[in-house]
Antibody, heavy 115, light 112 residues
Framework: EVQLVESGGGLVQPGGSLRLSCAAS????????MNWVRQAPGKGLEWVSY????????YYADSVKGRFTISRDNAKNLLYLQMNSLRAEDTAVYYC????????WGQGSLVTVSS | DVVMTQSPLSLPVTLGQPASISCRSS???????????LNWFQQRPGQSPRRLIY???NRDSGVPDRFSGSGSGTDFTLKISRVEAEDVGVYYC?????????FGQGTKLEVK
């Protein structure tokens, strides 16, 4: 069974940085692409970023391009999202999501950007 | 970007009655391999989203057969044959053929 556990969320000031981690288990992590998807409070889902299994292909939403960096450590079964220059509009629950077609989701990690 | 438009945005349904949600894309979701890449997700209150249906009509493991997906090209439908209490939540369609991936606005299903 796919298990995804996000960590690293919290309160950060505008302009600050935060790194989210996602610990994966229950599948061969190095064989699957991964995504980050976010959901602002009371709002819908917004895809944020994608990384292929070997990290050779990476995509970002325009709203985070140049500020966020997705990466992974296949030896440690970890997915990351480095978030810099954070804005109030980045406040959301961030989900780590397995697979090309988003078939399994973590429980989410809340990031709050506020002074 | 591909715009995904769902309707209705609010769907009050009596238990045991059918429900239907429409999703339209601004571009074709048919890939060169012949498959159509449209997914449906369910988000129950207080929970993470869960994929219900992939490639238009394929149910994920554990999804009750009262859920069905249909459609082609740019016009898609999620149907629930008989709504149960556990079906309350928000339903999203999402395309996974074009980058960036895009979701519909969500349809909130509630019991009358």
């Amino acid at each position: 069974e796919v298990q995804l556990v996000e960590s690293g969320g919290g309160l950060v000031q505008p302009g600050g940085s935060l790194r989210l981690s996602c610990a994966a288990s229950g599948f061969t992590f190095s064989s699957y692409s991964m995504n980050w998807v976010r959901q602002a409070p009371g709002k819908g889902l917004e895809w944020v970023s994608y990384i292929s299994s070997s990290s050779s292909t990476i995509y970002y939403a325009d709203s985070v391009k140049g500020r966020f960096t997705i990466s992974r450590d296949n030896a440690k079964n970890l997915l990351y999202l480095q978030m810099n220059s954070l804005r109030a509009e980045d406040t959301a629950v961030y989900y780590c999501v397995h697979g090309y077609s988003l078939d399994s989701w973590g429980q989410g990690s809340l990031v709050t950007v506020s002074s | 970007d591909v715009v995904m438009t769902q309707s209705p945005l609010s769907l009050p349904v009596t238990l045991g009655q059918p429900a239907s949600i429409s999703c339209r894309s601004s571009q074709s979701l048919v890939y060169s391999d012949g498959n159509t890449y449209l997914n449906w997700f369910q988000q129950r209150p207080g929970q993470s989203p869960r994929r219900l249906i992939y490639k238009v009509s394929n149910r994920d493991s554990g999804v009750p057969d009262r859920f069905s997906g249909s459609g082609s090209g740019t016009d898609f439908t999620l149907k629930i044959s008989r709504v149960e209490a556990e079906d309350v939540g928000v339903y999203y369609c999402m395309q996974d053929i074009h980058w960036p991936r895009t979701f519909g606005q969500g349809t909130k299903l509630e019991v009358k």
